[in-house]
C-alpha cells in the first residue's frame, strides 16, 4: 500500500507538471495582458513597454515558465495582476465558498440517488422505479443554466422562500445546491440501480436469501457494498468536477467559487490568478482521486494495490 | 456501513459550513431599514486602490471613498473640489490652491503634500492607473494649501485630466503599503469603508465629518452578479436597489414588478473600423459606400429596442472640437448610393469581407454584427463574421493587423477630446487603424494649444478632417445605459456608467 500510494503521488507531480506546461502555454497563446488593460486610453508603445516591466512580463516565455515554477516550489505563484494581492491566498480564500457547494450538492445527490436507486432496483417495476427513471432523464437532460434561472423566478421571484443570489447564509446554499445536484442524482441513482440489480443475481446474494436474512439485510449488508464501488468511481468524479467547474451555476446564483474566479481571472488576462486556480483545482483532483482509490480497497477487500 | 456514511457527510458539512460562515460581516439584509441600500454590479471590484484598478465597478466605489482633485463631468465641465482653483503660471507650471480643512477617514489633514503623493503614487502604480498622470513631471507642495506642478510641455487638458486623480493619504499610504491599501482604503469621501468579503459584498458606511455634509444614507451594499437575469431577480425579491447594466429583453420584467427603470444615453459609442491598408477598404469610395450601406435607425430601433442615440462624429456634444451637426457628412441610409460608390471603386460586383467583433460584451454585440453583415449583403458585400470574447477581440485588434473590419467600441475615462484622439488616431498609440500624418499633426498641435479658442479650431477641424475626408470607421450609435431601480431610491445616473453616491436619495 506505502508502495503503491508513493508511486500515485509521483505519477501526480508528473501531471502537475504538465497541466502547469499546459496553462503557462494556453495563456502565452490568450495574449498580453497589458494591451487589455491599456487599451483605449490612448497609452504609447513604451509605456505599455514599462507596465510590461513592472510585472516582470517583458522576458521571454521560457524564463517566465521556469520562475512561475521555481514560486510553485516555494509555494509562492506570485502576484494577481488586477487584485494586487498574493493570487493563492485569492484562490484559497474561496475555497470553502467551492468547498461548501460541492459538499452540499452532492450531499443532495446522495441523500435522493441512494433511496431512489436502492427501491428501483429492488422493486424494478414498482412505482419508484419509474418515477425514478423520469426524474433521471430530466435531472439529465436539463441544462443548468435554464434550471437555475426557472428555479430564481419560482422560489425567489414568486414564492420569495430564498434569495436569489449571494453568499453568507444557509438559505443561500439551497437554491444553487439543487440546482447544482440534480445532474449527479439522476446519473448516482441510474448507476446505482443496474449495478445492484447486477449484484443481487448473484449467487452469494442467492446463498444470503436462502440463509433466512431478511431483505434489510440482504440488500443493505450484503449487496449494497459490491455494488457500491463503480458509484464510488462516479461520486469521486462528480466531486473533482465540482470543484473545478461548477462555474455556471456560481455565475446565476452569484455564489463566490473558484470557477467564478477563474473565469474573471481569464477575461481579465490575469496569468498568476488563472495559474493559482488551475494549480490548485488540479492538486484537489488529484488527491479526490488518490482518495477514491483508497476507498477501493476499503469497500471490496479482494482489491490489493 | 450506512450509518458511518451519514456520519462522514454530517461531519463534512458541519465542518465546512463553519468554514464557509461569512467572516467580516453579518449576514445580509439588504435594503430593509431605511437608510440602507444595496448596488449590484456585474463583476465583482478588484481593488480599492484606484492607482490598481479602474474598473467602472470598482471605480463607482472608489468616488465614494475618495475626494476628486477637481470634480469633471461627463459633459466637460469642472468644478472646483478638493481644489478651489487652478491657474497656469507659465505654459508648463500649474499653481493649485488646495481646500482647508478637510480630513482623511482616519484623521489625516489633506493638504498639498497629499496631492503630490497621490500624483506620485499614480506614476509609481503597477496598475491601470499608472498610465494617466505621466505627464506630470515634477510636484511641489509650496506651502499646505498650494502646489506647483509641472508638466512635459505645455498641456492645457490638465485640469481635466487631475478630475480622474483621487487624492489619498499619504502617512496612512505608505504606512500600510499598496497592498494593504487596496483592501483597508482611507480616503476623504463621504462613505468610508467598513468591510469587505471579497466575491461577495463590499460595504461602505456614511462620513459623519464629510467636508460637504453628510450623505443621507447610512449604508451602502455593493454586491456582484454576473448574471444580469439574477441582477433583475434581486431587485422583484428587494435584495437589490440599484441594478447596473440590463439588457433591453430583461426590461418588460422589472416594469413588470413595478420598479423603475431608467435609460441614460451613454458615452460609450460603437462604431466599425476598417483596416484602411486593404483593397479595396483603401479606397475611400469603398468605405464610404459602406456607411450609406448601413441603416442605423434600424440597428438602433430593431435590434436595440431604441436604447441608443445615433452618432456621425467621433466627438461627444459639448466636448471641445466637437461640429455643429452641418458641418460633418452624416451619411444617410442610402443602398443605391452605396452601389453606385462601389462601382465607382471597381467593386460593383461586391467583395468578400471579415467582420471581427465581440460577443456579450457590449449591448447586443452579435446581433448588431448579424444585422451588420445582413444590410452589407444588401449591396453585395459578402461578410464572413468572426466572434470572441472581448478580451481576445482587444487582444487582436491591438496586436495583429486585423483584415477587414471590426465592430469596436469606446467610452472616455477623462473628459477631454485629446483622450479620444489619441486612443484612435494617433501613430504612436495602441490603436493604428485610423492614424495618418495629419492625424497626427493635427492632436499633437491640439494638445499643445493653451488657448481654448485655438484648441477648439483644432479639433473641429480634426473632427471634419476623420468624417468627411477619412472615413475610417462606420459611424453608428451611443449605446444607453439601462438599470432597475427599487421605489425607494432617488437617483440620475451619469453618462459615463457613474454611480456617484452623493446624488442618492432614500425616500
Do not use: C
Not at chain 2, 483592501?183 to 462620513?207: A, T, Y
Amino acid at each position: 500500500m506505502t508502495r503503491y500510494l508513493l508511486r500515485r503521488l509521483g505519477q501526480s507531480a508528473l501531471v502537475l507538471i504538465l497541466v502547469t506546461m499546459a496553462v503557462f502555454g494556453l495563456l502565452q497563446v490568450a495574449g498580453d495582458p497589458v494591451v487589455i488593460m491599456l487599451s483605449g486610453t490612448g497609452a504609447s508603445e513604451e509605456q505599455l513597454q514599462s507596465l510590461r516591466r513592472e510585472l516582470g512580463l517583458d522576458a521571454p516565455a521560457p524564463v517566465r515558465y521556469l520562475r512561475f515554477l521555481g514560486g510553485l516550489l516555494r509555494g509562492d505563484l506570485g502576484k494577481s495582476l488586477r487584485f494586487n494581492q498574493d493570487a493563492m491566498g485569492l484562490v484559497l480564500e474561496r475555497l470553502p465558498a467551492t468547498l461548501l457547494i460541492t459538499v452540499a450538492a452532492l450531499g443532495f445527490a446522495l441523500a435522493g440517488a441512494i433511496p431512489v436507486g436502492i427501491l428501483s432496483a429492488v422493486r424494478p417495476r414498482g412505482a419508484i422505479s419509474y418515477a425514478g427513471r423520469v426524474l433521471a432523464t430530466i435531472g439529465q437532460a436539463t441544462p443548468v443554466f435554464w434550471l437555475g434561472i426557472m428555479m430564481v423566478l419560482l422560489f425567489s421571484v414568486q414564492l420569495r422562500w430564498f434569495p436569489a443570489g449571494g453568499y453568507g447564509t444557509p438559505a443561500h446554499l439551497v437554491l444553487p445546491a439543487v440546482a447544482l445536484g440534480l445532474y449527479p442524482m439522476a446519473r448516482i441513482s441510474r448507476l446505482l440501480r443496474s449495478s445492484l440489480l447486477e449484484v443481487l443475481s448473484q449467487d452469494y446474494v442467492r446463498t444470503a436469501w436462502a440463509k433466512g436474512l431478511h431483505e434489510r439485510g440482504v440488500v443493505l449488508r450484503h449487496a449494497l457494498k459490491n455494488a457500491a464501488l463503480p458509484v464510488v468511481t462516479v461520486i469521486g468524479l462528480s466531486f473533482g468536477a465540482l470543484l473545478g467547474g461548477a462555474v455556471v451555476t456560481e455565475t446565476i446564483f452569484a455564489w463566490p467559487g473558484v470557477g467564478l474566479l477563474s473565469v474573471q481571472a481569464i477575461y481579465n488576462r490575469d496569468a498568476n490568478l488563472v495559474q493559482a486556480a488551475v494549480v490548485l483545482v488540479a492538486v484537489a483532483f488529484t488527491i479526490v482521486n488518490l482518495l477514491v482509490d483508497v476507498l477501493y480497497a476499503w469497500l471490496d477487500p479482494r482489491i490489493r494495490y | 456501513m450506512s450509518r458511518r456514511w451519514v456520519v462522514l457527510a454530517l461531519l463534512l458539512l458541519l465542518g465546512l459550513s463553519g468554514t464557509g460562515a461569512p467572516q467580516t460581516l453579518p449576514a445580509a439584509s439588504a435594503g430593509a431599514a431605511a437608510g440602507k441600500l444595496t448596488i449590484v454590479q456585474g463583476p465583482e471590484p478588484l481593488s480599492m486602490d484606484p492607482t490598481m484598478d479602474i474598473n467602472k465597478t470598482s471605480y463607482n466605489i472608489q468616488l465614494g471613498l475618495y475626494d476628486p482633485l477637481i470634480f469633471a463631468t461627463p459633459d466637460g465641465r469642472l468644478r472646483p473640489w478638493i481644489a478651489t482653483s487652478w491657474t497656469n503660471v507659465n505654459p508648463t507650471t500649474w499653481r493649485i490652491k488646495i481646500r482647508k480643512g478637510v480630513t482623511f477617514h482616519n484623521g489625516e489633514p489633506l493638504n498639498a503634500e497629499s496631492v503630490a503623493f497621490s500624483i506620485e503614487q499614480y506614476n509609481r502604480s503597477r496598475g491601470e492607473g499608472n498610465k494617466y498622470f505621466q505627464f506630470i513631471k515634477g510636484t511641489k507642495a509650496v506651502d499646505a494649501e498650494t502646489l506647483e506642478i509641472t508638466t512635459d510641455g505645455p498641456i492645457p487638458a490638465t485640469p481635466t485630466m487631475l478630475g480622474f486623480l483621487f487624492v489619498l493619504p499619504k502617512n496612512y499610504y505608505t504606512q500600510v503599503g499598496p497592498e494593504r491599501f487596496g483592501v483597508e482604503p482611507v480616503g476623504s469621501g463621504p462613505v468610508k469603508m467598513q468591510g469587505w468579503q471579497r466575491g461577495v459584498r463590499l460595504v461602505v458606511v456614511r462620513n459623519e465629518k464629510y467636508w460637504r455634509g453628510v450623505l443621507p444614507i447610512e449604508e451602502i451594499t455593493y454586491r456582484p452578479a454576473p448574471e444580469a437575469s439574477t441582477r433583475v431577480a434581486m431587485l422583484l425579491t428587494g435584495e437589490a436597489d440599484i441594478i447596473a447594466n440590463i439588457p433591453p429583453e430583461q426590461i418588460p420584467r422589472i416594469e413588470a414588478g413595478r420598479m423603475r427603470v431608467i435609460r441614460q444615453p451613454s458615452l460609450r459609442k460603437l462604431f466599425v473600423e476598417f483596416n484602411m491598408k486593404q483593397r479595396p477598404l483603401d479606397d475611400v469610395r469603398v468605405r464610404r459606400a459602406l456607411n450609406h450601406a448601413i441603416d442605423k435607425e434600424e440597428l438602433i430601433n430593431l435590434v436595440l429596442g431604441g436604447n441608443a442615440i445615433r452618432e456621425i462624429g467621433p466627438v461627444p456634444d459639448g466636448w471641445l472640437g466637437a461640429n455643429p451637426k452641418n458641418q460633418l457628412t452624416a451619411y444617410d441610409y442610402n443602398p443605391a448610393r452605396a452601389r453606385q460608390l462601389l462601382a465607382e471603386a471597381g467593386v460593383g460586383g461586391g467583395f468578400q469581407m471579415d467582420l471581427w467583433h465581440s460577443i456579450g460584451r457590449y449591448l447586443k454585440d452579435k446581433e448588431i454584427a448579424e444585422a451588420i453583415a445582413a444590410q452589407l449583403g444588401n449591396v453585395g458585400v459578402r461578410v464572413n463574421l468572426q466572434g470572441m470574447d472581448i478580451g481576445s477581440l482587444v487582444q487582436r485588434i491591438h496586436t495583429q493587423n486585423l483584415s477587414g473590419a471590426h465592430l469596436f467600441s469606446w467610452a472616455p475615462l477623462i473628459f477631454d477630446t485629446d483622450n479620444l484622439w489619441r486612443a484612435h488616431f494617433y501613430s504612436k498609440g495602441l490603436n493604428q487603424y485610423a492614424v495618418s500624418a495629419k492625424t497626427d499633426e493635427l492632436l499633437l498641435a491640439g494638445a499643445a494649444a493653451l488657448d481654448r479658442r485655438e484648441r477648439q479650431r483644432i479639433y473641429s477641424e480634426l473632427e471634419r478632417h476623420v468624417v468627411n475626408d477619412m472615413v475610417p470607421w462606420i459611424f453608428l450609435y451611443r449605446q444607453s445605459l439601462i438599470y432597475g431601480v427599487s421605489n425607494k431610491v432617488g437617483w440620475l445616473p451619469r453618462a459615463d456608467e457613474v454611480i456617484n453616491v452623493r446624488n442618492l436619495i432614500v425616500k
